[in-house]
Structure formats: C-alpha cells, structure tokens
T-cell receptor
C-alpha cells in the first residue's frame, strides 16, 4: 500500500531554531507539494516540484523557508530561523501529472510544528 | 482568477439522514474537481473526482458528487449519514492544462461535517 511518509510527525522547538521536515513521495509520482494548515488560514500551498524541479514557491516566506528535492525519494522543507507564527501542520502530497491526464494528490500524515 | 468556495463552515446532520456539502467553483475552461476528507490529526484523503463524462460521480465510503456546469457547482452528497462521517471536507479544483501553475489544486476553506447519533 503506497503512502506518502513524513518525518517527524511532531516537532516542538524554540524560536530561532532551524527546523527540517522530510517527505518521501509515492514511488513513481512526479509532482510533490508542500502545504501548511492553520485554523486561521486553512490549507495554503507553499511550494511544489515537478520532476524534482521547483515550479512555484510563491506561497513561501522566502527569507526563512526553503524547499528542495535532493532526489526523487526525498523532499525537504526547512525553516531558518523559526518563529512562533510558523506553528502549523505541514503536509506533503504527491501526484502524477503527464500530458492531459492528472491523478489526485496523495497526502502524508503531516508534521505538527510548534514553535515556542 | 480560479477559485473554489465552500459556503458553509459547518454542516450538522442526524445519523441516517441525507447529507450535502456544498461547493462552487470558478475556473477558465472545463475544470477537474475533487473532494477530500480530513479526519482529526490525519492528512487529507481523496474521496472522488470529476474529470469528464457522467455528471454524477461515485466515490469512497458511499459518497457521491454531482457536477453541475450551469451552476458551477460540485456538491458532495451521501444518502444516509454515519457518525463516522464526521470530519472536515475539502473541495478542490484544478484548471485543465499542463505545465506551470496549471497543475495546482485550489482548495476551499473546508466544511466541518458533524453527524449526531
């Protein structure tokens, strides 16, 4: 049963610390998304990649957030330095997009981040 | 601009009654439409999608959705609600096309469904 995995599931850190979240997309998927969910803002798209290339990261605060895909099996989202307002649940999702076909996105379980 | 709206923050239904969660969209051209469900402390799970063809789409857990092009709506329905259906439901739309930002899903704010025994 193929799933998107995310680590860590929970992270508590202090303001100013670096946070790294990891995602393993489903094997064969060519598109990876990072979302942030908060009560106030709902689900926000932060960044996404296709075939490991970043296509859009306009949803991310550029000064502190960075997203990368070092290889096809790993996507990372880093926050440096972290701030209390970054507290949220961060979701990774993967999917397959090719030509005229588009399959649904599959979401990971999320990383719940708390910045004190 | 592309958008999707879920006009109800919360829907309350008695167990056994039919339920409807509303969604309207605005995109250029014909859309791809999706419904996802999120249970507490979980990621979003795919329920169903409309790409083309029959306007009534059947999905997981007995849910179905009706695509109405003239009303630009894609309401989620279930004939008989279960307490276990209580969750957060998201409607999403993607514009057809390939490349650039056209592959994104645009999610609604979500509707909390509460099914009481």
């Amino acid at each position: 049963d193929a799933r998107v995995t995310q680590t860590p599931r929970h992270k508590v850190t202090e303001m100013g610390q670096e946070v790294t979240m990891r995602c393993q997309p489903i094997l064969g998927h060519n598109t990876v998304f990072w979302y942030r969910q908060t009560m106030m803002q709902g689900l926000e798209l932060l960044a996404y990649f296709r075939n490991r290339a970043p296509l859009d990261d306009s949803g991310m605060p550029k000064d502190r957030f960075s997203a990368e895909m070092p290889d096809a099996t790993l996507a990372t989202l880093k926050i440096q330095p972290s701030e209390p307002r970054d507290s949220a649940v961060y979701f990774c999702a993967s999917g397959f997009l090719a030509g005229g076909s588009y399959n649904e996105q599959f979401f990971g379980p999320g990383t719940r981040l708390t910045v004190l | 601009a592309q958008s999707v709206a879920q006009p109800e923050d919360q829907v309350n239904v008695a167990e056994g009654n039919p339920l409807t969660v509303k969604c309207t969209y605005s995109v250029s051209g014909n859309p791809y439409l999706f419904w996802y469900v999120q249970y507490p402390n979980r990621g979003l799970q795919f329920l169903l999608k409309y790409i083309t063809g029959d306007n009534l789409v059947k999905g997981s857990y007995g849910f179905e959705a009706e695509f109405n092009k003239s009303q630009t709506s894609f309401h989620l329905k279930k004939p008989s609600a279960l307490v276990s259906d209580s969750a957060l439901y998201f409607c999403a739309v993607r514009d057809r096309g390939y490349g650039g930002s056209q592959g994104n899903l645009i999610f609604g704010k979500g509707t909390k469904l509460s099914v009481k025994p």
